[in-house]
C-alpha cells in the first residue's frame, strides 16, 4: 500500500486539516474540502498529490471484508530468522490474499492480515505459500469473526504550531 517513506516529508497546519479531513470522509471533493479549510481547490489538489506522492495518505474505499463473500479474516503471527526478515517480506507480499503485513515487536516478528473466501483457502495459503516460506519457524492464527470497530481518524501525530 505504502512504499518509502520521503526523507524530507515535512507538514504544516494544512497539510494536517487536509489530512484529518480524509479521515473523516475520503469522498470529500477538493471544492468542499477547500471551502472547509478555507483555501482553493487547487492548492487542496496540490497538498493532496504531494501527500500522495510522498506516500503519506492513500485515499480508499474501506469495506468489511464479511460483507463481501470474504467468509475468513484472519491475522497471523509470524516468527522468523531475522537474517532473512527483507527475503520474508517479499514474498509474503506476492501473496494477494495477505492484505496486510507489518513488523512488530513482543511475540511475534510479522503480522500479516489474510483474508479469503473460505477457511479452505486460508489453510491452503497457511500451508502451501507462507509455512514453506524459508526463514518462517513458526505462525499462529488468529481468526476474526466480526468487527466491531474500525476508524482511520488519528490525523497525522504532528502538533504545528502557527
Known amino acids: 500500500m505504502f512504499g518509502e517513506i520521503s526523507e524530507d516529508l515535512t507538514l504544516d497546519e494544512l497539510d494536517n486539516q487536509i489530512v484529518k479531513a480524509l479521515q473523516r470522509d475520503g469522498r470529500v471533493s477538493y471544492t468542499d474540502l477547500a471551502e472547509q479549510l478555507e483555501?482553493?481547490?487547487?492548492?487542496?489538489?496540490?497538498?493532496?498529490?504531494?501527500?500522495?506522492?510522498?506516500?503519506?495518505?492513500?485515499?480508499?474505499?474501506?469495506v468489511n471484508p464479511f460483507m463481501t463473500g470474504m467468509g475468513t479474516v484472519a491475522f497471523v503471527g509470524l516468527s522468523i530468522d531475522?537474517?532473512?526478515?527483507?527475503?520474508?517480506?517479499?514474498?509474503?507480499?506476492?501473496?494477494?490474499?495477505?492484505?496486510?503485513?507489518?513488523?512488530?515487536?513482543?511475540?511475534?516478528?510479522?503480522?500479516?492480515?489474510?483474508i479469503t473466501p473460505s477457511n479452505t483457502e486460508f489453510y491452503d495459503i497457511i500451508r502451501q505459500q507462507i509455512g514453506v516460506i524459508d526463514g518462517v519457524k513458526s505462525l499462529?492464527?488468529?481468526?476474526?469473526?466480526?468487527?466491531?470497530?474500525?476508524?482511520?481518524?488519528?490525523?497525522?501525530?504532528?502538533?504545528?504550531s502557527e
Open 82 to 114: 531475522f537474517n532473512q526478515y527483507d527475503a520474508i517480506v517479499e514474498k509474503l507480499k506476492g501473496i494477494p490474499e495477505a492484505r496486510f503485513i507489518a513488523g512488530s515487536s513482543g511475540q511475534y516478528d510479522l503480522f500479516i492480515q489474510v
Open 140 to 160: 499462529d492464527t488468529h481468526m476474526l469473526f466480526e468487527i466491531h470497530k474500525q476508524t482511520y481518524d488519528w490525523g497525522t501525530g504532528v502538533n504545528v
Open 39 to 62: 483555501t482553493t481547490a487547487s492548492t487542496v489538489r496540490n497538498r493532496i498529490q504531494r501527500l500522495t506522492d510522498q506516500n503519506l495518505i492513500k485515499v480508499v474505499g474501506v
